[in-house]
C-alpha cells in the first residue's frame, strides 16, 4: 500500500477508527479542519489556567466498547474518575433527589417522596436493565439484524420482553414505542420522580410526547450498570489518548488541514483535495464528518446516484437541540440543604413533566424556551487539576433552543446573550449567588455549534435518535454497514450507529469492517447489498447495482 489511508476529521470516533487500523499495522493520516482535535470531545484552556470543556464532558457507553482496554489507553494517560450521584434534581420548594448507581440507595432516596414510587423504580430498574446491557452491548457488533437481534435474544432470554411493561403483558415494542411522557404517568405516581427521568430522556433530542421515547426512558438504567464518569485533566483526554496510540504507531494527524473534495474517479476513491488546492492521493478514505457533508459537500453529484443524495438529503434533523455556557466561577453553585456530593454528577433543573413540554413546544414554534430545562455541571467538584487552587468551572446546558428562529426574533448573533443571560436566572433561584459568582463565560448556540463542530443545525446527534434511524436503519439501510457506495469510502461517526454520544462505537465498528474487508479483498473495497431483512432493501439493492455498474 503506497498511500496512507485518510481520514477525514479528528473527532474521537475518527481517532478511535485511526488508532484500530494503525495498530493493525496501516500507514495512517487524519486530516482535521481546525487547529485542534477532538471534534466534540475536546478541552481548551479557556482563561488562563481553567481546561474547560468545549462541547461533551461526561463519558458512559465507551465502557460498554472495549476500547479503552483494547488501546491500552490507560497508558497514554486516559484516567477516569466515578460521578456518584450520576443525577441531582432540586425543585422550587426544596425538595430534591439523588440518583446513584447503587439503586438501593437511589431507591431509599425516592423512597422519601413516595415509598410506592421506590419499589415501583426498583423494579423497573431490574426489568430493563439485562435488556439494555444486551442492547448497548450490541453497539460494537454490525448492526444488520441477523448479528444483532440473536446477540440481543441470546443474552437477555427469549421469554424476558414478555412482562418488561411493570403491571401489564403489552409488548416490548409497544413499551419502546410509546413516548416518554405517557410511560412516566403510568409508572409514576409523584411529580419529583417523572421530572428527573424525563429530564433525562430527553438528553439524546426527543420530547415527552414523541412516538419512540419509551427506548430512552429505559435506557438511563445503563447508569446503574456502569455509572458516570469524566476523565481527569477533561473530556479532550480520551482525544489525546486516542491521538498518542494513533502516533505511537507511526500514524500522522495533520491540523488546519479542511478537506474541501473527496476524489473519485471510475467509481473509486483516489485521494481528497484541501482547501488549499493541495491533494493527497489514498485509495482509501475514512469521513468522520456527518453524513450530509460527506455525500453532498465533499463527494460531487455525479458520484452518487441521485437517489441516494435525495434521501442523505432528506434525513432528519431536528431544528436544533440546545445551547451551552461555560463559566469560571468563584464558587460553585450553592443548592440550600443540599449534601456536597451533589455536584459530582448532572444536576438536573427541571421542576416537571409538563415544564419540559413547554420548552420544546417553544422550539418548536422557532422560539428560545421561555423557562428553559438545565443540566449543571460543576467538573472542578471533583477534579482540582482543571482550575486555579480555590477557582471553578461551571457548565449549563440547556434545551431545547432551535436553530432556525421564529421572524421577528432576532438572529442568534444578537439574542445569543440575552438567552445566556436566561439560563444564569434559571438556575439562579436553585442556587442562589451563582450570577455573582461567575468571573468569565464562553457561551455556544445552536449556530456556534454548527459553525465551530459542524454540527448541523447544532444537532449532537447528527441526525436525529429516532427508532427509524437507528440501528440497521442508521443513517439509512443502504450506509448502514459504514460503506459508502464508491470503492474506497467509508463513514464513521455520530450519523452512523449507534449514534451520538461519547462511545467510540462507530469508530471501531468501521475499523472493524474495513479490516474484514482487508483481509477479506485486499485493499480493493468490494460493494455488496446490505441484506437487509426491513424497509430499505430495494433502495440498497438499487444503489449497489449502480455502484457494481460503475465499476464495471
Not at 482535521?32 to 489556567?49: C, N
Request: hydrophobic share 45%; net charge neutral; aromatic share 8%.
Amino acid at each position: 500500500m503506497k498511500e496512507p489511508i485518510i481520514l477525514i476529521g479528528a473527532g474521537h470516533n475518527s481517532l478511535v477508527t485511526a488508532a484500530y487500523l494503525a495498530r493493525a499495522g496501516y500507514p495512517i493520516r487524519v486530516l482535521e479542519r481546525g487547529p485542534a482535535i477532538g471534534g466534540a470531545v475536546h478541552t481548551q484552556e479557556l482563561w488562563p489556567g481553567y481546561q474547560v470543556d468545549t462541547c461533551s464532558s461526561f463519558h458512559v457507553l465507551i465502557h460498554l466498547t472495549g476500547i479503552v482496554e483494547e488501546l491500552g489507553l490507560a497508558r497514554y494517560g486516559l484516567r477516569y474518575q466515578d460521578a456518584d450521584p450520576f443525577a441531582f434534581a432540586p425543585f422550587p420548594d426544596g425538595t430534591m433527589l439523588r440518583f446513584y448507581k447503587d439503586v438501593d440507595r437511589t431507591c431509599a432516596e425516592i423512597a422519601r417522596v413516595s415509598p410506592r414510587d421506590a419499589e415501583t423504580y426498583r423494579a423497573f430498574v431490574g426489568l430493563w436493565s439485562r435488556f439494555n446491557e444486551a442492547v448497548f452491548g450490541a453497539f460494537t457488533a454490525p448492526p444488520a439484524p441477523q448479528y444483532m437481534f440473536p446477540a440481543i435474544l441470546k443474552r437477555v432470554g427469549r421469554d424476558l420482553p414478555k412482562q418488561l411493561r411493570l403491571g401489564r403483558s403489552d409488548t416490548l415494542v409497544q413499551t419502546i414505542l410509546t413516548p416518554y411522557g405517557a410511560l412516566l404517568d403510568e409508572l409514576f405516581e409523584s411529580e419529583y420522580v417523572r421530572a428527573p427521568l424525563a429530564w433525562l430522556a430527553a438528553q439524546s433530542g426527543p420530547g415527552p410526547d414523541d412516538i419512540g421515547g419509551g427506548a430512552f426512558l429505559t435506557a438511563h438504567t445503563i447508569y446503574h450498570t456502569i455509572g458516570l464518569t469524566k476523565p481527569i485533566g477533561g473530556s479532550g483526554m480520551l482525544s489525546e489518548a486516542l491521538a498518542a496510540v494513533i502516533r505511537d504507531h507511526g500514524g500522522e494527524i495533520v491540523t488546519d488541514a479542511p478537506v474541501r473534495r473527496i476524489l473519485v474517479r471510475a467509481g473509486r476513491v483516489r485521494g481528497v483535495e484541501l482547501a488549499t488546492g493541495e491533494r493527497m492521493e489514498a485509495a482509501i478514505v475514512v469521513s468522520g464528518a456527518h453524513v450530509q457533508t460527506t455525500l453532498l459537500d465533499l463527494v460531487a453529484p455525479d458520484d452518487l446516484p441521485a437517489a441516494l443524495r435525495r434521501r442523505v438529503a432528506a434525513l432528519r434533523i431536528a431544528n436544533g437541540m440546545g445551547m451551552t455556557i461555560r463559566c469560571a466561577t468563584e464558587t460553585l453553585p450553592r443548592y440550600p440543604g443540599a449534601p456536597d456530593d451533589v455536584h459530582n454528577g448532572m444536576q438536573l433543573i427541571c421542576p416537571s413533566v409538563e415544564y419540559l413540554r413547554r420548552t420544546r413546544n417553544d422550539a418548536a414554534s422557532g422560539l428560545p424556551p421561555t423557562h428553559p430545562a438545565l443540566v449543571v455541571m460543576t467538573p472542578t467538584a471533583t477534579d482540582a487539576t482543571i482550575a486555579p487552587p480555590g477557582k471553578h468551572i461551571t457548565v449549563i446546558w440547556a434545551q431545547y433552543h432551535p436553530f432556525d428562529l421564529a421572524p421577528g426574533v432576532g438572529t442568534w448573533a444578537a439574542i445569543r446573550a440575552r438567552e445566556a443571560r436566561k439560563l444564569m436566572a434559571t438556575l439562579e433561584p436553585y442556587a442562589p449567588g451563582i450570577t455573582d459568582a461567575v468571573t468569565e463565560t464562553y457561551l455556544k448556540s445552536p449556530v456556534d455549534l454548527q459553525e465551530e463542530n459542524g454540527l448541523i443545525r447544532g444537532h449532537l446527534m447528527h441526525i436525529d435518535m429516532a427508532l427509524d434511524q437507528l440501528f440497521m436503519f442508521r443513517p439509512l439501510p443502504e450506509l448502514a454497514n459504514y460503506r459508502a457506495p464508491i470503492n474506497g469510502l467509508y463513514l464513521t461517526g455520530a450519523s452512523m450507529h449507534p449514534g451520538g454520544g461519547v462511545s467510540g462505537a462507530p469508530g471501531k465498528n468501521t475499523a472493524t469492517i474495513m479490516l474484514h474487508d482487508f483481509a477479506t479483498h485486499g485493499l480493493r473495497r468490494w460493494v455488496r447489498p446490505a441484506g437487509l431483512a426491513v424497509g430499505g432493501m430495494a433502495a440498497a439493492v438499487v444503489v449497489n447495482r449502480r455502484a457494481s455498474r460503475r465499476r464495471a
